[in-house]
């Protein structure tokens, strides 16, 4: 009886796992929004850039109470992860986005000096990992593209860290940034921007 009922397990389980694939925004990967779990205060979503940095053709962003925060996508290569780090906003981005001979443009290197100076720039072995899972909780195995389906979940273990300890470093080097706690959660779909 006992190996019946293992085979009739065994028989359910395919059909139980395909009934629990999450919901996914229906549309780009570039207007999809995500809320944290049971908190409304903080919207997130991609943006595309017209002409795209090594490891990403989009940016991340976290709409708080407080500012945007704007991050590009990191990845070494092997076995490494994905992880954000600070970016400038699309905007300023798009006006001196990278040149054709690989060199970083100015503004790049601004904010990167101007966080070493406010001497809140974090140790570079910490580093805010971005997780970002599709429909069946398997995870992207690189940087977020704008051709990817947009994710069911995404989850950023060390943002809250990050915007508490480290938040002008986060901003960029915005010398107006303020410290904000974000609490750790799972970041579900909020629907599809215009």
Do not use: V
């Not at 989009?58 to 925060?69: A, D, G, Q, V, Y």
């Not at 780090?85 to 690989?102: K, N, Q, W």
């Not at 406010?118 to 899972?133: M, V």
């Amino acid at each position: 009886m006992r190996h019946i009922l293992l085979a009739a397990a065994a028989l359910c389980l395919p059909a139980t796992a395909h009934a629990q694939l999450l919901d996914a925004p229906k549309c780009a990967i570039d207007k999809a929004t995500y809320r944290m779990k049971d908190n409304a205060d903080y919207l997130a979503g991609f943006t595309k850039l017209a002409h795209g940095r090594m490891t990403s053709d989009l940016l991340f962003w976290i709409k708080s109470p407080k500012r945007t925060w704007w991050f590009g996508f990191e990845s070494p290569n092997g076995y490494g992860g994905t992880w954000l780090s600070p970016s400038l906003s699309a905007a300023m981005i798009d006006e001196e986005d990278m040149r054709e001979d690989g060199e970083q443009p100015q503004a790049f290197k601004d904010w990167d000096e101007s966080a070493k100076q406010a001497g809140d720039a974090p140790d570079p072995l910490q580093n805010i990992t971005f997780d970002a899972f599709n429909p069946d909780l398997t995870a992207f195995s690189n940087p977020p593209q704008s051709e990817d389906p947009a994710p069911a979940r995404i989850f950023m273990r060390g943002i809250g860290q990050a915007l508490w300890y480290s938040y002008t470093w986060a901003a960029a080097g915005d010398p107006k940034a303020e410290q904000e706690s974000i609490p750790t959660a799972m970041w579900e779909p909020a629907g599809c921007a215009k």
